[in-house]
């Protein structure tokens, strides 16, 4: 709002889901180039927000992945002697169903139940 008549782009990084019930805002974290200083960080803005994404990408529910270390994981299943931990690209997560990119493939199956425990048991 400082800069009304510049355009910064950006891509959105985190949409936090919580809505303020004085201003019924919703939050988000937006990633952009700042080469020039001109923006300082928590600073607020209106933002515009284009979809331009068409492409495909398999979808796990958002409960099977773990967040660890900046990466993300999910346990494959494959038989109960076959079981494990990969890494995978997050595309992006819209409620309960999560978008993967990279790190699966179609048909395997993944654990939503106890996987962080399965996955701490594998990691030690």
């Known amino acids: 709002m400082s800069y009304p008549d510049k355009v910064f782009d950006g891509k959105i990084d985190k949409i936090f889901k919580i809505i ?5 805002a919703m939050q988000a974290r937006v990633v952009l180039d700042n080469q020039n200083g001109l923006l300082i960080p928590e600073s607020k803005a209106t933002i515009k927000v284009i979809n331009s994404e068409n492409t495909m990408a398999l979808t796990v529910p958002s409960k ?3 967040f660890d270390d900046n ?3 999910v346990v494959v299943y494959k038989t ?10 997050v ?3 819209v409620g309960d169903v999560t978008y993967v990119s990279e ?22």
Do not use: C, H, M
């Open 80 to 89: 109960r002697t076959d079981v494990k931990v990969k890494e995978i690209k």
């Open 103 to 124: 790190g699966l493939s179609e048909g395997e199956q993944v654990v939503t139940n106890n996987q962080l425990l399965i996955y701490r048991s594998l990691n030690s």
């Open 91 to 93: 595309l992006k997560q």
């Open 64 to 66: 099977a992945v773990i």
């Open 71 to 73: 990466r993300s994981f």
């Open 20 to 24: 303020d019930p004085q201003t019924n």
